[in-house]
Each structure stands twice: as C-alpha cells, then as structure tokens.
Nanobody, 119 residues
C-alpha cells in the first residue's frame, strides 16, 4: 500500500486543522491505521490509531479530547481532525499502516506533512 498525507500548514493556537491520508494499492480496511508525529528534537510519537474494525481508536494523552481519527472506506482515506491546537502540537505528522496478519509494526508510511501552530 502507498500512503499520501496532506493537509498540514500554519495555524494559530486554538484553531483547527484536518489531515488526510489517501491509501492506494490496497484497501485501507486491510490495515490498522495510525498517525504519528515527530517534533524537532523529540522522538516520534504515536498520536492516534484506528483498528480495522473501526470499533476502537486510541489516542495519546497529549491529544485525547482534542484530536479525532476517522476513516472513509469509500475514499480509501484516513483523517486526523485536530482541534484546539497548541504550539506543542507543532511537528511533522505521518500516517502509517500496519497489517496485523503479518506484522506488529508499521511497515508502510506516508511522506509526512508539516503542522506548525503559532502562539
């Protein structure tokens, strides 16, 4: 599967931004999908993930209650809606896919999209 992330940009604190991750080559429903981020000088952080069944979603404590991950099967796309953004949300955001039938890791990655939140 190939992943193409988009939607990043510059936004003021308190505002919202939505990211998209379009999958091609295979159906996004075959994978556990996740959003990661890497801020300057920090390690990569798992932000949110959604299971194949779409019944369960996980959020890091730093974004819980502000971010929402969703999936549109018809568009083969996963979204990350980010609300009440804070300067500490500034990072490069990556979408990733895990095929739980063959691996426990995320083997497929999008190219990353920059999110910058100004104070």
């Amino acid at each position: 599967v190939q992943l193409q992330a988009s939607g990043g940009g510059l936004v003021q604190a308190g505002n919202s931004l939505g990211l998209s991750c379009v999958a091609s080559g295979r159906a996004v429903t075959d994978y556990r999908m996740a959003w990661f981020r890497r801020a300057p000088g920090k390690e990569r952080e798992l932000v949110a993930l959604i299971n194949r069944s779409v019944r369960n979603a996980y959020y890091s404590d730093s974004v819980k209650g502000r971010f929402a991950i969703s999936r549109d099967d018809a568009k083969n796309t996963v979204y990350l809606q980010m609300n009440s953004l804070k300067p500490e949300d500034t990072a490069v955001y990556y979408c990733a896919a895990n095929d739980p039938t063959i691996s426990i890791g995320y083997d497929y990655w999008g190219q990353g999209t920059q999110v910058t939140v100004s104070s």
